[in-house]
Nanobody, 125 residues
Framework: QVQLVESGGGLVQAGDSLRLSCATSSRTFSRYPLGWFRQAPGQEREFVAA????????AYGDCVKGRFTISRDNIKNTVYLQMNSLKSEATGVYYC??????????????????WGQGTQVTVSS
């Protein structure tokens, strides 16, 4: 059974850092892009970051550029999201997602075939 399991969310204060992890159950994902999306209450899911299989092609959403860093470890089948200088606007549920081809557009949710259950991040101001 294919699974993506996020961890690392929590309640922090503005300016703090958090590191999210997403463990995938299949080595298949090591060949394709992985991404992070977030969804705030009452809002649509938005793109946060994506990384290709080798880690040399990375994209970030405009709202997180310069503060968040995505990385992956294909040996551990895990993708990470380091979030620094957190702002209250970062509050939401963070989802990791996996593609099963290299033909999709990494910033579009519909390019991703598998999703985790999400982890809550709350930033208090």
């Amino acid at each position: 059974q294919v699974q993506l399991v996020e961890s690392g969310g929590g309640l922090v204060q503005a300016g703090d850092s958090l590191r999210l992890s997403c463990a995938t159950s299949s080595r298949t994902f090591s060949r394709y892009p992985l991404g992070w999306f977030r969804q705030a209450p009452g809002q649509e899911r938005e793109f946060v970051a994506a990384i290709n299989w080798s880690g040399d092609n990375i994209a970030y959403g405009d709202c997180v550029k310069g503060r968040f860093t995505i990385s992956r470890d294909n040996i551990k089948n895990t993708v990470y999201l380091q979030m620094n200088s957190l702002k209250s606007e970062a509050t939401g549920v963070y989802y990791c997602a996996a593609q099963i081809s290299n033909r999709g557009s990494n910033s579009y949710a519909r390019s991703y075939a598998y999703w985790g259950q999400g982890t809550q991040v709350t930033v208090s101001s």
